[in-house]
């Protein structure tokens, strides 16, 4: 593992000078990624860096600026919407999901909205059956509706009564945009668009809907798979991500994020009472509303971790709001945790 003291250096990415951590998001290539790219905030100053190659066989680095899939990260911005309606008045955290969707899930009238935002629903995960060992989705090309995925979850037994515990489930949030559509008559993304990507200018961040594309500049991701008694790395850049929906289409870009997560605990986004809701750990003491918190030496921060096939990235803010790190990269083997929570630690903590 590679230590490094809070408070690192920030340079100008233009300047080509190297800093501490550049030497920790190499330490992330080597010791699991085939590329990674970072962007750094303490107050206004700025440090963007990348490290690996943007592609396996290829001599070229990945951009800092890069797009990537952001996975999870999208229930962030699924959930600032619905909190947003709240806010509105026009739902309830209280009320049940056969209030507004009746007969799509089993017991739903034993369902509140909250419940759904902070995984304690007891819904089971939709995906069990639909990725293969390696995590590739088996039906990579295929469209589908949320109403199917949820569908899907609705066929295999609950996992606990609502209410009772936390455990994470993608189900919550397939649901909780079917639930924006019903509220609003739009869909989740076109709100997701016009509520925050508009309001704050993130133009590197859209919702491919069912295009397999990453457009612009990225790395690719792969993931290892074993043939003929060896592993191999596959190219999984490329596939139809409404698999993932609401609970985790988005591609975005780590300076986007880093914006995005300061307008929301910032309060430009969402009322106080919202806001304070959404921040609440919990049952789980981690997880708020649609917000995971990472508790570090100097502190809590906020933001949430993302997961596509080929592709991981964490993006978090200090308490105060000061510091921000947003980093993905394209896993390849081994465990890439203590470089990364390296480098959480040195950009967040003073």
Not at 64 to 79: E, H
Not at 110 to 137: F, N, R
Request: hydrophobic letters at 35%; charged letters at 20%.
């Amino acid at each position: 593992m590679l230590a490094l003291s809070a408070g690192a250096a920030l340079a100008d990415p233009r300047s080509g000078t190297r800093t501490p951590y550049n030497t920790i998001l190499d330490a992330v290539v080597v010791g699991s990624s085939i590329a990674a790219v970072a962007e750094i905030r303490n107050g206004d100053k700025i440090w963007r860096g990348s490290s690996g190659l943007a592609e396996v066989n290829g001599d070229q680095p990945p951009p800092a600026s890069a797009n990537f899939r952001a996975g999870s990260i999208t229930k962030s911005f699924t959930a600032t919407v619905v909190l947003q309606l709240v806010g509105e008045g026009r739902l309830s955290l209280s009320d049940s999901v056969d209030h507004w969707l009746p007969g799509l899930v089993g017991d739903g009238s034993t369902i509140t909205v909250k419940q759904l935002l902070q995984h304690t629903s007891g819904l089971p995960e939709y995906t069990t059956d639909m990725v293969d060992d390696a995590g590739v989705p088996k039906e990579r090309y295929r469209t589908w509706s949320p109403r199917e995925l949820a569908e899907k979850a609705g066929r295999l037994p609950r996992e606990f009564p609502s209410g009772t515990r936390f455990q994470y489930s993608n189900t919550n949030y397939i649901v909780l945009g079917m639930l924006i559509e019903k509220v609003t008559g739009r869909p989740y993304g076109t709100e997701i668009e016009q509520r925050i990507l508009q309001p704050l200018g993130l133009t590197r961040t859209w919702l491919p809907g069912a295009s397999p594309e990453v457009k612009g500049p990225h790395a690719h991701g792969y993931v290892a798979v074993k043939k003929n008694g060896e592993l191999t790395r596959v190219d999984v850049t490329r596939f139809n991500p409404t698999i993932a929906g609401a609970a985790g289409e988005i591609i975005s870009t780590t300076g986007d994020l880093n914006r995005f997560y300061r307008a929301l605990l910032g309060g430009k986004l969402l009322r106080p009472a919202q806001l304070k809701e959404m921040k609440d750990p919990g049952p789980s003491g981690d997880y708020g509303l649609g917000l995971e918190m990472t508790h570090l030496p100097c502190g809590t921060a906020y933001g949430h971790t993302g997961a596509t096939p080929g592709y991981s990235t964490a993006s978090f803010i200090s308490a105060d709001g000061t510091r921000q790190i947003t980093l993905s990269t394209t896993p390849s083997s081994g465990d890439s945790g203590s470089a990364a929570k390296a480098l959480l630690k040195s950009a967040l903590c003073a």
